[in-house]
């Protein structure tokens, strides 16, 4: 799921971590002058780079990374002070089985906690300590829901096995809520899947059907979240900031402040190429004339573009996507080349791809033993708690604490969001996007029955609201070609990469899809003798599939 812009501090603090480092990056050097030009400094770019270096032998200075911001990490951000209030757009979460791309990736990536370790490993040792196992999934009217039941009819399941033989093609820009009866939105099993994956009713079946099909084999502990795997801090602190550590060490050069404007292209005998890349660095106009082998990647899109904050004493306002360049990119690449895919298709309806996340700073210990004591589960081992009757459908995380590497003893951090942020509030009396920071601790407090703690919790509280219009627009109905394929027919030196390419099968809203097209996109432009991480397909595992079949009889 989601994250908040973060400020030049982060960049210091991570410039002060690469001290830290030692080692170096193995790779064979580049055989040729070649220089490869990543556009988005989020984790598809960061990937891309890594392997690169890795497995198509680049030199870190043949790398040039732009990002239109002044940090990296794209939507795996995390930042803030204890006095300022500490800020994610959102929490992800991993699984062994179906993340074969970004285990591979952080299997090369020193940590920077203990430089002996790996990434990968420093995830292992901490999933061994802290294991997931909700007791607590859904909550109605104040009380735990058992959800030892799907609460589904046979009429559901049916609906469910019909989607999960039918095609791609035949599904088309249906909607979920066209597939399903509506009583199915009502049971525990939607009000689980809703909350964990964001879906909402109107989202694309297509992509529906690939989330079935990539995660079944979690559904026997889908009601206890016991396959979920966590980073030990947040994402940008345990992924990021390693990861973009390690490549300035390789010597990859880092282009902040810096947006691409356009693309120029030029057609050959081998195919359309680009030819020129144009950027704004500072507000100045640049250019870069592309030589024979170069390349570029292109994160098109932005399902955290146009993020605003809030405060406890302001609602963040909704901006549009003439805040910040990614769709523009894409737009005017798109306009001349109607292979390159259909922006509009994903950011013309704000309405049905917005909501809105919060994080909280706590100073006070109250909350989190109230709420570990509510759940039965000690924070970071429970993952979400949903409130099914709340107008917004919020939803709230305590953390294994701290969650942040600055954070310090005696403040704790939640996360939480609301897929319904235009509906008003059960206890206050304003539409989510509406609230300030205060509110939505109100309302949640109030939900969860905690109104006589109510003031000593707000006295020392500190909730930044977060609204993000393009959270969910990468699942809005779509069909074939309204994504491009990681590397377009016909083109000679592009790929795509993020979360607005296509890559068959695999299910968007993941860390795994953006590490997976930057896999796709530096074997298919370099010859690396590589294959892309196989991607796991469970659902033709007899085992797993009797058992989730016998889980949704329940």
Request: one cysteine or more; a negative charge.
């Amino acid at each position: 799921m989601v994250c908040v812009y973060s400020g030049s501090g982060e960049v210091a603090r991570m410039d002060s971590r690469e001290q830290r480092f030692s080692g170096g990056s193995g790779a064979a050097p580049a055989a040729r002058a070649t220089h490869a030009y990543l556009v988005g400094g989020g984790i598809a770019s960061l990937a891309s780079a890594a392997y690169l270096i890795r497995d198509a032998g680049l030199a870190g200075n043949q790398i040039h990374i732009f990002e239109e911001l002044d940090v990296v990490g794209g939507s795996l951000d995390g930042e803030g002070t204890p006095q300022s209030g500490f800020v994610i757009r959102g929490g992800r979460m991993f699984t062994d089985e179906a993340y074969t791309c970004t285990n591979d990736l952080l299997s090369f990536i020193p940590s920077l906690q203990d430089p002996g370790r790996t990434v990968r490993q420093e995830m292992q040792a901490f999933n061994e300590r802290i294991r997931s196992h909700s007791r607590s999934r859904l909550v109605r009217g104040g009380k735990k829901v058992d959800v030892s039941t799907f609460e589904l009819s046979n009429a559901d399941r049916l609906d469910l096995l019909q989607l999960m033989i039918q095609s791609e093609e035949s599904l088309g820009a249906k909607r979920i809520e066209d597939f399903f009866q509506p009583s199915f939105f009502k049971t525990n099993f939607w009000y689980m899947w809703a909350t964990t994956f964001a879906f909402q009713p109107w989202h694309s079946v297509v992509e529906c059907k690939r989330y079935v099909l990539r995660f079944i084999q979690e559904v026997p502990r889908f009601a206890t979240l016991g396959g979920v795997k966590r980073t030990p801090f947040n994402q940008y602190d345990s992924i990021v900031l390693p990861l973009t550590t390690w490549l300035k060490h390789q010597g990859v050069q880092f282009q902040m402040n810096s947006q691409v404007t356009a693309l120029d292209f030029q057609h050959g005998p081998h195919g359309k190429g680009v030819e020129r890349l144009r950027y704004t660095h500072n507000g100045t106009e640049t250019e870069i004339v592309l030589k024979e082998g170069d390349v570029v990647f292109v994160t098109n899109g932005s399902m955290t573009a146009a993020s605003s904050l809030g405060s406890m004493t302001s609602p963040p306002r909704l901006e549009t996507k003439a805040t910040g360049g990614s769709w523009a990119l894409w737009e005017s690449i798109a306009e001349r080349n109607s292979d390159f895919g259909k922006p509009a298709v994903f950011s013309s309806n704000v309405d049905e791809s917005k909501w809105l996340s919060f994080t909280a700073t706590l100073h006070d210990p109250t909350f989190f033993a109230l709420m570990e004591e509510f759940t039965g589960n000690v924070a970071g081992t429970g993952g979400l708690v949903t409130l099914t009757d709340s107008n917004w459908l919020m939803s709230v995380v305590l953390p294994h604490q701290p969650h942040f590497i600055n954070q310090p003893d005696g403040v704790n951090v939640f996360w939480g969001y609301g897929l319904f942020p235009d509906e008003r509030g059960n206890f206050v009396d304003k539409k989510m996007s509406e609230c300030t920071g205060a509110d939505i601790l109100v309302e949640l407090w109030r939900h969860l029955r905690f109104d006589a703690h109510l003031p000593v919790m707000l006295e020392t509280a500190n909730c930044i609201p977060c609204m993000m219009p393009f959270i969910t627009s990468q699942f809005m109905p779509r069909t074939l070609g309204d994504r491009p394929q990681v590397r377009p027919t016909g083109t000679t030196n592009l790929a795509f990469i993020g979360q607005f390419c296509e890559i068959p099968d695999d299910v968007v809203f993941t860390v795994e899809y953006s590490v997976r097209s930057a896999q796709t996109a530096v074997y298919s432009l370099f010859t690396t003798g590589k294959d892309v991480s196989p991607l796991y397909k469970g659902q033709h595992d007899l085992g797993i599939l009797l058992n989730a079949m016998k889980t949704m009889l329940h």
